[in-house]
């Protein structure tokens, strides 16, 4: 007969399924017909509800009773009973019979049963314990509940461990989890007001159990949700008559789902980065040439195209490694990456040591350049021109060897010496130019300190033997040859005459404004031009302007006697205002 199973946990933690009705248990849960287990309840008065948490529950229609229990598991518990102690009268009744009429023949054997059993008896009180019924057991079992000092935080599991292996009250009725997990949700829901403010007071102690029990159910993962976890524990105890708010449970359901969701994670970037080493190596043996080849280092053998074509998408040996699984083409695409800067870095070294091998090389080729260019035969100096040097040099080897090179070119050279020499002639210059003015030398071709009538040719001739012998006089600048010291001579006259134009056309500039200065003032002061100089000197005598020029008379009645008045500008009557005229309006589009 088809019954209703529930679910239920042995001694050793292992789920089997009982059978309220017929009291069958077995581990594997057989398919139950409900609509003829609702049928006969419907026959009793009775119907099947369910709770809002999706608990089951019985109601009467006719006396409106509700209840946990399956009314007909009752009723079948009962009549189990009342069997059990006819079978047992009968027993009795029929062993009595034999051992009068046996009495006799079964001394000896009697005897020596007795003594073997005695021999070998076990003495454990949890072997040994004495049956008996429901209702006489209830309250041996309530009292052992309050004895070990059972609450709230107690799953059914810790008391089937703890209790089970220390009071033989646990197996007074064996063989009944169902009968055991309702006595203790009845116990709970007994228990005194000072139970329950002491229950309360130990949050903490039951959050600790509500946790364990989290733990423990291995159907409970990190994607689990807490509507799931409520319907999964409607039948828990610890579930059932828990003393704190559903949200504190609610707390430390996220806070193990949490840690259920850290410790995936972590787990899955571990076997990623083993993953993402594994492709690395992939790629490499697929994309690195074998080593001792020039391509090993600097040569990528495939674009990330060709690569995802032939080796990825739709590869045997790609497929074949379940951790690639884990990994997105970004993933993979960003190792190719690295791969790519791992050649390009390579490429970049020997580049490198070919840079410096030929730098060493142009570096020396220079070096030999420069040591051609110090030889006599060559005679360079400050004034010297590369195309007067360039047939000398056009086939000799270290000019050969520095043609085509990185860096600077023969030219360049070239005019970094004749630097170097006009550097040091401009030094001898200034060594010259104190010897002059030791020894109080007149310029010829120098009017009043600040105008030159002769140009730079002239100015040079007419100096140059002068200065040569006192500057051979003096000994300073003996140490140089004929040719340099001619050089430093040039220099020196070169520096004189551009100090002196330069003071010259200074001297220009300022005679230049000073005239235009008198000229506006003139503007500013006469309307009408008046007839002789001399009243206009008379007027403008002590103006700045007139001042400035007052040596200069000659310039002065020069500028007057050019000096037009300007014209007094008429007075314009015409309306001069600036107001715009008001034109048509213009719609903006914003």
């Avoid at 159990?209 to 319907?231: C, D, P, Q």
């Avoid at 409607?234 to 430390?252: D, G, L, Q, T, Y």
Wanted: charged share 30%; hydrophobic share 35%.
């Amino acid at each position: 007969m088809a019954g209703q199973w529930k679910k239920a946990t042995d001694s050793n933690g292992k789920v089997y399924y009982y059978n309220t009705v017929t009291k069958e248990s077995r581990w594997d849960k057989p398919v139950e017909d409900t609509t003829d287990l609702k049928q006969k309840l419907r026959d009793a008065g009775w119907n099947v509800a369910k709770t809002k948490e999706g608990k089951v529950y019985y109601y009467n229609v006719k006396t409106k009773e509700s209840r946990w229990d399956n009314p007909l598991a009752e009723k079948a518990t009962e009549k189990k009973t009342k069997t059990g102690q006819i079978k047992k009268t009968t027993i009795d009744q029929v062993k009595n019979t034999a051992n009068t009429n046996e009495d006799s023949k079964g001394n000896t054997v009697a005897l020596a049963t007795t003594n073997n059993t005695e021999k070998y008896a076990n003495t454990s009180k949890i072997l040994n314990v004495k049956s008996l019924t429901k209702d006489e057991a209830e309250k041996a079992f309530m009292d052992m509940l309050s004895e070990h000092q059972v609450d709230s935080s107690w799953s059914f599991h810790k008391m089937v461990v703890d209790l089970g292996l220390k009071d033989e009250r646990f197996w007074i009725v064996d063989d009944d989890p169902l009968w055991k997990q309702n006595i203790l949700d009845k116990y709970l829901s007994n228990r005194s007001e000072e139970q329950l403010i002491k229950d309360h007071a130990q949050a903490s102690k039951f959050l600790e159990a509500f946790g364990n029990l989290l733990k423990s159910n291995k159907n409970i993962h990190y994607y689990t949700r807490w509507t799931t976890v409520k319907k999964m524990l409607a039948n828990e105890s610890i579930f059932k008559h828990a003393v704190v708010p559903e949200k504190e449970m609610k707390r430390k359901f996220n806070d193990y789902i949490r840690t259920l969701r850290e410790e995936k994670d972590k787990k899955d970037e571990s076997i990623k980065e083993l993953a993402l080493r594994e492709v690395n190596e992939y790629l490499r043996s697929i994309l690195i040439a074998p080593p001792n080849t020039i391509e090993s280092t600097i040569e990528l053998k495939m674009t990330w195209s060709q690569l995802q074509r032939e080796y990825i998408t739709g590869n045997k040996r790609f497929a074949a490694n379940k951790h690639f699984r884990l990994l997105s083409q970004h993933d993979i695409l960003n190792q190719y990456i690295e791969l790519v800067k791992i050649i390009q870095g390579n490429l970049a070294s020997k580049v490198s040591d070919i840079e410096m091998k030929n730098y060493s090389r142009n570096r020396m080729a220079r070096d030999q350049f420069k040591v051609m260019l110090k030889q006599p035969k060559l005679d360079i100096r400050a004034d010297s021109k590369w195309s007067e040097l360039y047939p000398k040099i056009k086939s000799e080897k270290a000019f050969l060897q520095l043609v085509g090179r990185n860096g600077s070119s023969p030219l360049d050279l070239f005019y970094d010496y004749t630097n170097e020499k006009k550097a040091a002639i401009n030094g001898y210059a200034s060594v010259a130019q104190q010897i002059l003015i030791d020894n109080s030398y007149v310029w010829a071709g120098i009017e009043d300190s600040t105008r030159i009538s002769k140009n730079i040719t002239e100015f040079e001739k007419a100096n140059f033997q002068n200065i040569s012998g006192i500057i051979h006089k003096d000994g300073k600048l003996a140490h140089l040859d004929e040719k340099d010291l001619q050089l430093v001579v040039k220099q020196a006259i070169a520096v004189k005459y551009d100090t002196v134009k330069e003071i010259e056309q200074r001297n220009l500039n300022m005679t230049r404004i000073k005239k235009n200065n008198l000229v506006a003032l003139f503007h500013r002061t006469f309307v009408t031009k008046p007839g002789r100089f001399e009243d206009a000197v008379a007027i403008i005598q002590n103006k700045p302007e007139y001042k400035a020029l007052e040596n200069e008379p000659d310039i002065i009645k020069q500028l007057f006697s050019s000096f037009v008045p300007s014209k007094q500008p008429q007075a314009n009557t015409q309306n001069l205002s600036r107001k715009r005229k008001a034109t048509a309006l213009v719609q903006m589009d914003y």
